[in-house]
């Protein structure tokens, strides 16, 4: 997949924050012709739930989930499992500890069943979870209960809950100890060539207004997938912060959207080393999804999109149209570059 050329567009910067263009009304206007927001304009997605609105009992049809040891050791210094279960809001809440002596499939399933069975809840048709390591005792689990296990690290808000709980909740348990830190951590192996399926014939950094990000996710006509902002830390960006992005071009751009929606994208990294996009999917998938000639202008480039990604706290975007000057937009994902939390 080649370098798209862009004209006049130099660097990473596609859009200029001093720019100013007619804020888009259900269009999914060119990324690379958009250039600027009203933010007054722009809905601001819902904040997660507080502590004092959260419920007991679950009712969205996608959860994220994490059963793993954590930085506690019972009284025979053995350390002390958690299952933790959440919505992407983080307006549903779930823990349970277990020793060590009962991690299994079928007491996991048990806890599940429990939290299910309650009156009004509903029984989720997927769950997320990010642990490899835990694949085959998680599945087992939720596929008994006719939910479909997702291995993937498009967990950002369970992720954002177990950052929270470390400081306000296992930090502040007698049976606390910062030696007993989790060994399940992910291992990313190098990256695979790319199937044809998820080929585009071009690509180009590009970035774009977060406030025209939410409002072309909103309508929910084409393929993509989006995250609570706030649930996983983020509810404090304004609108007109720009977020970094790769665009892909192709002549056949809807087929490629779906084949890219079946995935479980979670981030697009710039690797200055190899000269070429990974695209990360999955729990620790890596393809090579494009590349570059390597020369001073473009590592500069590469390393500014990766600055402007990390200022943003791993926040960017992958989208898919047919080319750089269309008004079609086929499909749209908002991801975010972030490694699990060692607890």
Not at 16 to 26: L, S
Not at 316 to 330: G, I, K, M, T, Y
Request: charged content about 25%.
């Amino acid at each position: 997949m080649q370098r798209a050329s862009l004209g006049a567009a130099r660097g990473p910067h596609l859009l200029p924050a001093a720019a100013r263009v007619q804020r888009q009304r259900n269009s999914t206007r060119s990324l690379l012709r958009v250039l600027a927001t009203d933010a007054a304009a722009v809905q601001e997605p819902a904040a997660a739930a507080s502590s004092s609105a959260r419920s007991s009992v679950p009712t969205s049809d996608v959860l994220e989930l994490d059963f793993c040891s954590r930085p506690l050791l019972d009284e025979r210094g053995k350390k002390v499992w958690e299952l933790l279960v959440c919505s992407s809001d983080r307006s549903f809440e779930f823990s349970q500890y277990f020793p060590n002596s009962k991690i299994n499939s079928v007491e996991l399933r048990k806890a599940l069943e429990s939290v299910f069975s309650q009156e009004g809840a509903v029984l989720p048709t997927k769950v997320r979870f990010f642990r490899g390591q835990m694949t085959t005792i998680i599945s087992r689990a939720l596929s008994e209960l006719g939910i479909k296990p997702l291995p993937s690290r498009r967990c950002f808000s369970i992720m954002s809950l177990l950052e929270d709980r470390l400081e306000s909740v296992y930090k502040a348990d007698p049976r606390y100890s910062d030696k007993a830190t989790s060994m399940f951590n992910i291992d990313l192996g190098a990256p695979e060539p790319l199937p044809d399926a998820l080929r585009g014939e071009k690509w180009a950094f590009v970035q774009l207004p977060l406030g025209n990000l939410r409002e072309m996710l909103g309508p929910g006509d084409m393929f993509g997938s989006s995250f609570n902002l706030a649930a996983a830390g983020l509810g404090d960006l304004p609108s007109d912060v720009l977020v970094p992005g790769v665009a892909v071009f192709s002549r056949r751009a809807l087929p490629l959207a779906a084949w890219t929606n079946g995935l479980e994208i979670s981030g697009v990294k710039a690797d200055v080393e190899r000269s070429c996009l990974i695209l990360e999917t999955g729990v620790s998938q890596r393809w090579r999804y494009g590349g570059w000639r390597p020369s001073p202008d473009s590592i500069a480039e590469a390393e500014g999109w990766e600055e402007a990604k990390q200022g943003l706290e791993g926040l960017h975007f992958l989208a898919v149209q047919p080319d750089p000057d269309s008004e079609e937009l086929n499909g749209l994902w908002l991801l975010l570059d972030k490694m699990p939390p060692s607890v």
